[in-house]
């Protein structure tokens, strides 16, 4: 939104963390809080009359009266406005996959329930997100491109393993774990390439995310743990606080997991994964870049276009928030931008 001032509505049952968002927000000079409420109902009847003085919402998932998920189906119907929620993993997991399927952009994870000075930790994360969410084009708001693609399936059934590709990389980030419902779903169980992925996500969620995504998928969708052997018609989900690289093992690839390096600004990281798949599979390995805010996997990008590797990235007419794919095709490392309902498409075309 260029230099214009950002107003946010801040949606949460407790009055201190509705103070501390508060406060918080208003570290930034381009951060306005325009007001505030205490569940979903308060919320819906103010932005009945503000609705169009309202760039960004944040939203607490638990709360009395009208809680997060249904204040996002009967806001987004009615006027969509960009969404960060704001929650605790342990408590709201389910509600937070809910909620992003209703179309809340991305997720800040409260680090506490508790009235204390911990909910300061969040402040840089949050404004960067909520300024991130400011630039969401309405139109794709509530993502119906996704909840209801209408376009078709890809038909491409690959039966035999002759292409280049040995691995398939994904980076994404602010809209991922939407994008990645679309995406995953539409490769046959027969899908002869194991995937990796890294998704931006806070400690406590791709557990859950992976165990959903395995029930809508024919391939089987794991959250990687250490050791485990790359195989055809698997998809690998790094784990929040853990880097996701590979090894060879007699004649396996096997995956390891890592809390370093320590000086990545993620963990997992897009770069620390792109580079490892570089330095086992040489030229064969196809990196993804997709929706998010950020650079995250451009420095990967180049490790593995110098190893002989291709890199496609999301074209912007559908990314939530062009970042990561903007840093990789400004490099001139991206070699096709592909929409994201033609990935899989593409993907099985190439192999």
């Known amino acids: ?3 214009k001032v950002i107003r946010v509505l801040v949606v949460d049952d407790s ?3 509705r103070k501390v968002i508060k406060q918080i927000l208003s570290r930034s ?3 306005e809080v325009v007001g505030t409420a205490h569940h979903g109902e308060e919320a819906l009847e103010k932005l009945e009359l ?3 003085q309202v760039d960004v919402i944040t939203l607490d998932l638990l709360m009395p009266k009208v809680d997060g998920v249904e204040f996002l189906h009967r806001q987004m119907e009615r006027h969509p406005i960009p969404v960060i929620i704001v929650s605790i993993a342990k408590v709201g997991g389910e509600m937070l996959l809910a909620a992003l399927d209703a179309g809340a952009v991305d997720f800040v994870h409260k680090p506490t329930a508790l009235a204390t000075e911990k909910m300061y930790e969040l402040a840089d994360e949050l404004i960067d997100k909520v300024k991130a969410a400011a630039n969401v084009p309405l139109k794709r708001l509530p993502l119906p491109f996704l909840l209801k693609p209408p376009y078709p399936l890809p038909t491409v059934k690959p039966l035999n393993h002759g292409s280049f590709t040995d691995l398939i990389v994904m980076g994404i980030s602010t809209g991922g774990p939407q994008a990645l419902t679309f995406l995953i779903p539409q490769l046959p ?3 002869p390439i194991p995937i990796a992925i890294v998704l931006h996500m806070p400690i406590g969620y791709t557990k859950m995310y992976a165990e959903r995504l395995d029930q809508l998928s024919e391939l089987k969708v794991v959250e990687a743990t250490d050791g485990e052997i790359i ?3 698997m998809v690998f989900i790094a784990p929040a606080g853990r880097h996701l690289t590979f090894k060879r093992q007699g004649n396996n690839v096997v995956t390891h997991l890592a809390a370093q390096p320590f000086d990545m600004p993620h963990r997992p990281s897009v770069d620390v994964m792109f580079q490892s798949a570089a330095e086992v599979y040489g030229n064969r390995v196809l990196g993804i870049v997709m929706t998010g805010m950020g650079s995250d996997g451009k420095q990967g990008a ?3 276009k110098s190893s002989g590797g291709s890199i496609f990235t999301e074209s912007e007419e559908t990314c939530i928030v062009y970042g990561m794919p903007r840093s990789v095709v400004e490099s001139g490392l991206s070699d096709r ?3 994201l309902y033609d990935i899989a498409k593409t993907i099985l075309e190439v192999l």
Do not use: K, L, T
Request: glycine share 4%; aromatic share 16%; proline share 12%.
């Open 189 to 191: 169980s027969n899908f």
């Open 15 to 17: 009055a201190y963390v």
């Open 29 to 31: 000079p381009f951060i």
């Open 1 to 3: 939104m260029n230099n």
């Open 50 to 52: 503000m609705a169009d």
């Open 231 to 233: 195989c055809p018609g």
């Open 302 to 304: 180049a490790w593995i």
């Open 337 to 339: 931008q592909i929409p």
